[in-house]
């Protein structure tokens, strides 16, 4: 009987000591957390682009801030205000995307500029933003955070698409004026100004 007692006593003891080892991993895992960073400085072509053209746009930096491992997807998606026309998502090109960062870790995405043939010129204005994507119980993925940073760009009329043509039509027009001169001076006839 008092062996029995004597059980039950340090039962309790056990039990105590497993509340306080669980209480005590309990905060470490309330801390961890999620989180997405990107460069400061917006993305932009350095110089107006042309329908039909592709370009090398400056990569995007994205950071992870949180102190977990996590996935990251980049995607754009108009988010800032102003008069620009929306940049179709379709005409950029995000040459690694789905990938995972380390806490505190970074990279730099590349990205790749396709203007279509028929792109009305203009100023375009996107952003692109980089979510962190948790697993879902349920077998889809939900965002659990974000960052995005401005994508700008300007299409050239062609106007001013062309100004090596306005060069090179000014350089004809002066050679036929020359070669006019030599077959007048050839031919003999001689041009006379008088002044009253």
């Known amino acids: 009987m008092s062996r029995y007692v004597r059980n039950t006593r340090r039962w309790p003891r056990a039990l105590i000591a497993v509340l306080l080892i669980g209480g005590a991993m309990l905060p ?69 995307n789905n990938f995972t960062l380390r806490p505190h870790r970074s990279m730099v995405v590349p990205l790749r500029l396709r203007l279509p043939a028929g792109a009305t010129p203009g100023s375009y204005l996107s952003n692109l933003v980089a979510s962190t994507a948790v697993p879902h119980h349920h077998g889809g993925t939900t965002l659990g955070a974000a960052a995005a940073t401005k994508l700008e760009l300007a299409i050239a009329g062609q106007g001013s698409s062309t100004p090596w043509l306005r060069i090179g039509l000014a350089v004809a027009a002066l050679m036929v004026a020359a070669a006019i001169a030599a077959a007048v001076r050839r031919s003999g006839i001689r041009l006379r100004v008088e002044r009253h």
């Open 28 to 96: 470490a895992s309330a801390e961890a957390s999620i989180g997405a960073g990107v460069g400061a400085s917006p993305i932009a072509l350095a110089q107006p682009g042309h329908a039909g053209g592709t370009y090398s746009l400056p990569g995007l930096y994205v950071v992870n801030t949180g102190t977990v491992t996590t996935g990251y997807v980049v995607r754009v998606h108009r988010l800032s205000p102003g008069h620009q026309k929306v940049l179709p998502a379709a005409w950029v090109t995000i040459e690694r």
